[in-house]
């Protein structure tokens, strides 16, 4: 039987923090993954160039049944330890905005640098592994593997969540928390576009589709992002799209403010006296593409010269612009999703050690947990953080 003192179930940014961290301490760590690759998503992330972390990296950046539960290893595993670390290796990096980091060229500079580590000290990864039946023993935990029986003192589950099952998500990482007693909240997708089946609305997302309207403020449930918006062929997607999509639940309206840095009723009024002879299709292509503008005129407004619209027309307008109420449809799932809401819940793990409170020697770390970060490199960051704390216990 293959003996180690940690194992960890998931190759994946936390799984593979955790390992190299765990094995920096002399632990003798086997990383399992079932996939071919370790990983893939941190390949797949941020376009293409990984946004790694963020510099203005806080817990509120972070949505959680359990708000207070990520203070702990953020602070103790912070953007600015993994920026040493990402310097020590020479990677070249920049702030995209808000505070972004990405690689000056690929993500795989992320994933070797972290694969550098691990092999450095002397992590055993195997991949193409499968993990069939877990069970509790003296002194730790047994586990039948593709490779064969292998047992632990320590088990870190680092298997991630649903989103993009073709890099390799799987339940797993629920079905072995609920087996050793945990409660795992709702799960559903995160960071994701909205769809829209409205046909008037979704008519004018594909008119628009490829468009993108620059710094729109999107509000849902009392939270609210100033980011890009971009409409597509099946509705609507971008930064602020992303970013509300977390918050939204299904059946909700969201209101898109287009231009939240104009005072529309005051501009509309100088338009008014200034240009009363030009339609207000001509005037909007002032503030977005020529195109965008005469379908907002077409579907919303009646398009004619400012001098004719009534003071009452200019209000409706106005509200329209800064105030567009929209249901959507729903979202595009796991398939598209960058993360999965919900998970192991947070209550039952302990912040400090990322312990099971339920099974000793368990261990729970990333995404898997009831912790999901903003668009930004926050998601990383935590993947980061719960790693390196789980990797001081084990
Ligand atoms: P992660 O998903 O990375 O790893 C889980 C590992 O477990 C995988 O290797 C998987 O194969 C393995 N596994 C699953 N089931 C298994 C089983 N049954 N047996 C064995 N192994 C199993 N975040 C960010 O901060 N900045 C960014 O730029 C991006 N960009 C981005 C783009 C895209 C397309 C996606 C989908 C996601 C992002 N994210 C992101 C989110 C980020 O990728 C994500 O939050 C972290 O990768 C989570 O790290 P984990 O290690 O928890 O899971």
Redesign the pocket.
Known sequence: MLTSQVII????????MCAMSTAARGRRVLL????NK?????L????G??????LYCEPANFLSHNPHFCKSALARFTQWDFIALVARHGVPYHEKKLGQL?CDNKSSDILDLLLDECEQAGVDLRLN???SEITRVDGGYQLQTSIGPTHCESLVI????L??PT???????YQIARQFGHNVLPTRAG?VPFTITDPQLKALCSELSGTSVEDCRITCNGQSFVENILFTHRGLSGPAILQISSYWQPGEAISIDLLPRIDLPAWLAEQQRERPNSELKTLLADLFTKKMASLLAEHWFTSKPMKQYTPGELKVIAERLSDWQLVPAGTEGYR????TLGGVDTREVSSKTMESLKSPGLYF????LDV??H?????????WA??YAAAQYV
């Open positions: 179930i998931g190759a994946g940014a936390a799984g593979l399992l993954d079932h996939v370790a990983g893939k998503k941190i797949m992330s941020g376009g160039r990984c946004n790694f972390t963020n990405f592994t499968s993990v680092a298997t991630g969540g989103s993009i890099l390799g998500a799987t339940g797993i990482g960071l598209t999703a960058e993360v770390i990333g995404e898997v999901s970060g668009l930004g490199g926050f998601n990383f960051q935590w993947a719960s790693g």
